[in-house]
C-alpha cells in the first residue's frame, strides 16, 4: 500500500508539473480521424499518411530523446514513435511526465519499423487525461518452458467483476464480450422485427407482481403513498396486448428477482419474452432456434461453436424430444413401466430430501429429468411434452395424456428458455 501511495504522488506530481508547463492536462475534446482496427485492417493504405487517433497508453520504453509506446483505444493496440526533434522540446518535456494508463491524442503518419511494426510516427501530441492512480502492468512469466503474458488481475474473478472499468482496460477480451452482448441484442432485434414483431416496453414499477414464480423486489411510492414492485416478468402485460390487438410483441429488458446468486442466476437479468398470436409452440421452437442460430453467424460467422471444450452446431432444425424419451435415453429409465411408488423411490433414491410422500407423478417425472437427465442435454435440443403438473395455464399435449404443449431448449447442460402453446 506504501508503494502505491508512492506511485500516486508521483503522478500528482507530474500532473502539476504539466499545469506549471501551461499543459492543460483534462482538454474539453479531441477529434481523432481513425480508429485503430481501421489502420490495423489495412495497413497498405495508410502508409505514409497522416492519421489522428486517441486512447490510452498501454505501454512504455524511453530511449533518451525518442520513446516508443503503445496506444489503446477501444477497437485495438497501435505502435507509436515519439522523438523529441519531431515533435519539439516543449512537447516532448510534456511526455515525459505521462505514464502508462494516461489517455493522449496524437497525429502523424503511418510506417513500419525495421522489424515490420505498424507504428505511428507522432508529429502532434496531446494530452486528454493524467491517470492518478496506477493500471496493473503486464508481466511476463515461464509456463511449461513457454514465456506468456499476465497481470495482477486476470485471474482475480472477484476483482474483475467488482472493477470492471480496470478489467475492460487490462483484458481485450472483456471488452470483446460487451461487444458480442451488443451483436446478439442487434441480431435478436432484427430476426424479430423482420417477423412483424414489435418491440415494447412494459412497465418496471407494477403494483402486482406475476409471470413467474419468484420473489420481487418492494419498493414505495412517496408521491402515491403505494408499495409498487420490482417486475419479475413482462408476461401479463404481453398478453394484455396481444388481448388489445397487437398479435405479435416483444419485451426485451430487465427483470429483477429478489433470489439467490450462482453462475447462472443474477437478481437482475436481461430476458427475451415474445408473444405472437395463432401459433403454438412448434413454431415457437422454429422461432427459438432461428434467433440463435442468427446470432451466432452475426457474432462468430458460423453456427457451428465450441463451448467449453465441446463442438454445438446450432444449425436448425434442432432435435425435438420428450420429456419421457430423455430419460429413457439418458437415464435409462422406462417412465411408462414404472408404476407411481416406483418413480418415487428412484427419486427419493437420488434426493433423500424430496418429499415424495405428497409429489405427483407428474411432479416426480419432472424431478427425475432434473435429476439425471439436465446436465447431460449438450444439444442443442428442445425438451418437450411436460408433465401437466408443472404449468399452469399451457394446452395439453395433442400426443400424450397426462402431458403439455411446453418445452425447454437446452444447450450445454443449461435450460435457456421456455415456452409452450397458451392456454385461452
Not at 495508410?46 to 489522428?52: A, D, G, I
Not at 403454438?280 to 446470432?295: G, I, N, P, R, S
Not at 428412484?346 to 411432479?363: Q, Y
Request: with cysteine; aromatic share 8%; hydrophobic share 40%.
Amino acid at each position: 500500500m506504501e508503494y502505491r501511495n508512492q506511485l500516486i504522488a508521483q503522478r500528482v506530481a507530474k500532473l502539476e508539473k504539466l499545469r506549471e508547463m501551461g499543459v492543460e492536462p483534462y482538454p474539453y475534446r479531441y477529434d481523432p480521424t481513425h480508429s485503430v482496427a481501421e489502420i490495423l485492417a489495412d495497413v497498405d493504405a495508410f502508409l505514409e499518411k497522416p492519421v489522428r487517433i486517441a486512447g490510452r497508453l498501454v505501454a512504455i520504453r524511453d530511449m533518451g530523446k525518442a520513446a516508443f509506446a503503445h496506444v489503446q483505444d477501444s477497437a485495438g493496440r497501435i505502435q507509436i514513435y515519439v522523438r523529441r526533434d519531431t515533435v519539439g522540446e516543449a512537447v516532448y518535456d510534456a511526455w515525459k511526465q505521462l505514464d502508462i494508463g494516461d489517455i493522449v491524442g496524437l497525429s502523424g503518419p503511418i510506417m513500419r519499423t525495421r522489424t515490420g511494426e505498424v507504428t505511428v510516427q507522432v508529429f502532434e501530441l496531446t494530452v486528454l487525461a493524467k491517470s492518478i492512480r496506477p493500471l496493473p502492468v503486464v508481466k511476463e512469466r515461464e509456463v511449461d518452458g513457454k514465456r506468456e503474458t499476465y497481470d495482477d488481475i486476470t485471474d482475480n474473478i472477484e476483482l474483475r467483476y467488482r472493477h470492471r472499468s480496470i478489467d475492460l482496460t487490462v483484458n481485450p477480451a472483456t471488452r470483446e464480450v460487451f461487444r458480442k452482448r451488443a451483436t446478439i441484442l442487434r441480431t435478436v432485434r432484427r430476426v424479430l422485427d423482420e417477423r412483424g414483431f414489435v418491440e415494447v416496453e412494459t412497465p418496471t414499477l407494477q403494483p402486482l407482481y406475476g409471470g413467474a414464480n419468484a420473489r420481487p423486489f418492494k419498493t414505495h411510492h412517496n408521491a402515491l403513498d403505494v408499495d409498487l414492485f420490482l417486475r419479475i416478468s413482462p408476461e401479463l402485460y404481453l398478453k394484455r396486448l396481444v388481448v388489445g390487438g397487437l398479435d405479435r410483441v416483444y419485451d426485451l429488458s430487465k427483470n429483477f428477482r429478489n433470489e439467490g446468486i450462482d453462475r447462472t442466476h443474477n437478481p437482475e437479468f436481461t430476458m427475451l419474452e415474445v408473444y405472437q398470436a395463432y401459433a403454438d409452440y412448434t413454431d415457437m421452437m422454429e422461432l427459438t432456434e432461428t434467433l440463435y442460430a442468427e446470432a451466432a453467424k452475426a457474432v462468430v460467422g458460423t453456427t457451428k461453436i465450441v463451448y467449453q471444450g465441446r463442438d454445438i452446431d446450432l444449425t436448425p432444425p434442432w432435435e425435438r424430444l420428450t420429456m419421457i424419451d430423455a430419460i429413457a435415453r439418458y437415464a435409462d429409465i422406462d417412465i411408462r413401466a414404472l408404476d407411481d411408488s416406483s418413480l418415487g423411490k428412484l427419486v427419493s433414491e437420488r434426493d433423500p430430501d424430496f418429499e415424495v410422500g405428497t409429489a405427483t407423478r407428474g411432479t416426480l417425472i419432472n424431478e427425475l429429468f432434473e435429476q439425471c437427465v439436465e446436465e447431460k442435454l449438450v444439444g442443442p435440443v428442445f425438451i418437450t411434452e411436460h408433465p401437466l403438473e408443472t404449468t399452469p395455464l399451457c394446452k395439453q399435449s395433442r400426443t400424450i395424456p397426462g402431458h403439455i404443449e411446453r418445452f425447454e431448449p437446452y444447450i450445454a447442460g443449461w435450460e435457456i428458455g421456455n415456452a409452450y402453446s397458451e392456454l385461452n
